[in-house]
């Protein structure tokens, strides 16, 4: 076995780590700026990342090996430390590009709400991976932002207050005592309350994804990740709001809107025009066009490619629709689960446990896939999302129970049997699937059966 100090002595340091993160982040933005002016969607960051990458290092053993090193640097780094955390849910594409738009504009928001050139300047030059902000312009910020969408807003402000309640890391300058946000105030006991910028960075992806997940189900047409791109795109300097002009040409060039459709339908323009305005001027849109949803020959396509695995006719034709009807009763199970789960996570959400915290985390992450999956119709993933979000409940119930105690030896036998069941058809099924899978022999059959 590898120990951490071996492992920790072949790893960047996390000063250097934070410095490739800075670079690789500001290579992004002018890369997206060079292909928003061209008209090309943006490319993904692990693309952009190996670029600089080859640029720096010209060999390729070197640049391979550079790689590998700073992935091993997250993965070491990212347990304790956010901003790697989130790199590499960038870089791997837990949160996709669209999050990562999101993300870099929210940094130049940062950036551009500063009354202070200096803090500005360090926005600017592409380390938002460190240091504090003060709690109210945090949430200045996700009003801004949010203020236009109730429910992500609320969302937001909640988790802003669980963040400036919990002790902040040294750099941040003490611990706050007490906290209260409402619109934009905030107060504290001996000295000002902080937020950490990458903390205060994943709540407003929180709000974005929770906006994603509402929005997207209330009118077919509608997509949050286009609307939200094309708002990115017109807003150059980071504002957080759009002139009329600047709204004009983000509905015309970037969501298609026909010019002579301009004042002559849809909600008002407004001297200033916030990200949720905006929102919903394209939801009034699509719904007085609604008919474009997507057709279930596109579905089913769309599906066939993602689980075929490069089978055509027939047998791709089964598997998509074995897919379809696994999505179809994920949903119908999620739906009977969603009351619950909600009370659950509010639960989660209130507590002062990290570990609570953590799962609370993970629940919304695995809700959020699936519900993104069911959106576009991706069968297999949306069910590999929801099978997911049952484990890690199931788990944390373990880790409670582990804390806590009261498991007797009859439910530990039921529960056991089971898991055991799940497991050995699971494995069963596997076998089958697979040229050279495992040989279990016929003492698979007995699996929970004799205890």
């Known amino acids: 076995a590898i120990s951490t100090a071996a492992i920790e002595d072949k790893c960047l340091g996390l000063k250097l780590v934070h410095a490739l993160i800075a670079q690789a982040y500001n290579e992004k933005r002018v890369d997206d700026q060079k292909r928003d002016k061209a008209r090309q969607p943006r490319r993904d960051l692990h693309v952009v990342l190996q670029e600089l990458m080859r640029r720096q ?18 993965a070491f780094h990212a347990e304790a430390d956010l901003a790697c955390a989130l790199f590499a849910d960038f ?15 929210c940094t130049k928001v940062l950036g551009a709400s500063s009354t202070d050139a200096s803090q500005v300047a360090v926005t600017f030059s592409g380390k938002p991976v460190a240091g504090c902000v003060a709690a109210d312009r945090g949430a200045r910020i996700a009003e801004l932002l949010f203020g236009d969408l109730p429910k992500a807003f609320t969302l937001v402000l909640k988790e802003l207050q669980k963040s400036v309640a919990r002790c902040p890391s040294p750099d941040c300058g003490g611990s706050p005592k007490s906290f209260s946000v409402g619109l934009s105030s905030c107060a504290s006991e001996g000295g ?32 949050w990740r286009r609307t939200v791109s094309a708002f990115i795109q017109a807003d150059i300097v980071g504002r957080g709001w759009l002139d009329p002009h600047e709204v004009h040409d983000a509905e015309v060039q970037c969501l298609g809107k026909l010019s002579r459709q301009e004042g002559a339908s849809g909600p008002g323009l407004q001297d200033r025009t916030s990200l949720g305005a905006f ?23 769309g599906d066939a490619i993602a689980t075929g695995g490069g089978r055509t006719g027939k047998a791709a034709r089964v598997a998509a629709a074995a897919a379809e009807a696994c999505l179809k009763m994920s949903q ?8 619950t789960l909600s009370v659950y996570l509010s639960w989660l959400m209130h507590s002062d446990e990290l570990g609570d915290l953590a799962v609370y985390h993970s629940v919304k992450s695995r809700m959020y896939g699936f519900s993104r999956a069911a959106e576009r119709s991706h069968a297999s993933e949306g069910t590999h999302h929801f099978r997911c979000l049952l484990l890690v409940l199931l788990a944390h119930q373990f880790d409670v129970q582990l804390q806590r105690g ?20 699971s494995w069963r099924r596997s076998a089958t699937l697979v040229e050279a899978g495992p040989e279990f022999g016929p003492e698979l059959e007995d699996l929970g059966r004799k205890l």
């Open 332 to 339: 119908a199970i999620y739906g009977s689960l969603e009351k």
């Open 192 to 223: 000002e309350v902080t937020v950490q910028i990458e903390e205060l960075m994943r709540i407003l992806l929180e709000g974005w994804r929770m906006s994603a997940s509402l929005l997207d189900q209330t009118v077919p047409s509608f997509s």
């Open 91 to 105: 870089l791997d594409g837990t949160r996709d590009t669209d999050e990562l738009s999101f993300y870099l504009y």
């Open 57 to 74: 290092h010209g060999v390729r053993k070197v640049v391979h090996a550079k790689s590998w090193q700073v992935v091993e640097s997250l």
């Open 406 to 425: 009261g498991v007797t030896a009859e439910h530990l036998e039921w529960e056991s049997r089971c898991l055991l069941s799940v497991l050995r058809e």
């Open 279 to 301: 929102v919903f001027r394209e939801v009034h849109r699509c719904s007085a066009n609604a008919g474009g949803a997507q057709s279930g020959a596109d579905v089913a396509d």
